[in-house]
């Protein structure tokens, strides 16, 4: 996305569209997927010597759930975005690409769940919790507690 900055007007411009998934640079990752282009509505104004753009950004991806290992559909979006861009000697435009694509992205949760109430998966043979039961014995009992022998300690 670029603004050049001899069209913005005195009011300021308002500027509405979308980018390709591309700019996420995400080819390749087996985890995280966008879906759709990068969508953004936003609002540039000359102020005291620099731009402020300001507004909405966010695209559509498919992520991978952390517990059960399937894929998910979800919409990252920063509809707070606001960036300051000081205004350089011979400047004609701003490329607020990776501006954008960053807002979007660190609204991307860090450990991604398909849903909160997601089993995940069997520790022992694999198979997704959420399809059913798997056919795993009940895990044996602790065999100890180290801690309970301090219980009856007597200081």
Same mark, same amino acid.
């Given at each position: 996305?670029?603004?050049?900055?001899?069209?913005?007007?005195?009011?300021?411009?308002?500027?509405?569209?979308?980018?390709?998934?591309?700019?996420?640079?995400?080819?390749?990752?087996?985890?995280?997927?966008?879906?759709?282009?990068?969508?953004? #509505? @936003?609002?540039? /104004?000359?102020?005291?010597?620099?731009? *402020?753009?300001?507004?909405?950004? !966010?695209?559509?991806?498919? %992520?991978?759930?952390?517990?059960?290992?399937?894929?998910?559909?979800?919409?990252?979006?920063?509809?707070?975005?606001?960036?300051?861009?000081?205004?350089?000697?011979?400047?004609?435009?701003?490329?607020?690409?990776? #501006? @954008?694509?960053? /807002?979007?992205?660190?609204?991307?949760? *860090?450990?991604?769940?398909?849903? !909160?109430?997601?089993?995940? %998966?069997?520790?022992?043979?694999?198979?997704?919790?959420?399809?059913?039961?798997?056919?795993?014995?009940?895990?044996?009992?602790?065999?100890?507690?180290?801690?309970?022998?301090?219980?009856?300690?007597?200081?």
């Amino acid at each position: 996305m670029i603004i050049e900055i001899s069209k913005i007007s005195p009011e300021g411009s308002r500027y509405t569209g979308e980018d390709p998934a591309e700019v996420f640079e995400l080819e390749g990752n087996p985890d995280l997927c966008p879906t759709g282009p990068i969508r953004y #509505d @936003l609002f540039a /104004a000359i102020v005291s010597g620099g731009v *402020v753009v300001r507004g909405r950004v !966010g695209a559509a991806f498919d %992520l991978r759930c952390g517990r059960c290992a399937e894929f998910f559909s979800t919409f990252a979006e920063d509809s707070d975005f606001i960036r300051d861009y000081p205004l350089r000697e011979g400047c004609q435009e701003l490329d607020l690409t990776d #501006d @954008l694509r960053e /807002a979007v992205l660190l609204r991307l949760p *860090v450990y991604p769940v398909c849903r !909160g109430e997601c089993r995940g %998966l069997c520790p022992r043979c694999g198979r997704n919790l959420n399809d059913g039961p798997c056919g795993c014995p009940p895990e044996p009992p602790a065999a100890t507690d180290a801690w309970k022998a301090l219980d009856g300690l007597k200081i």
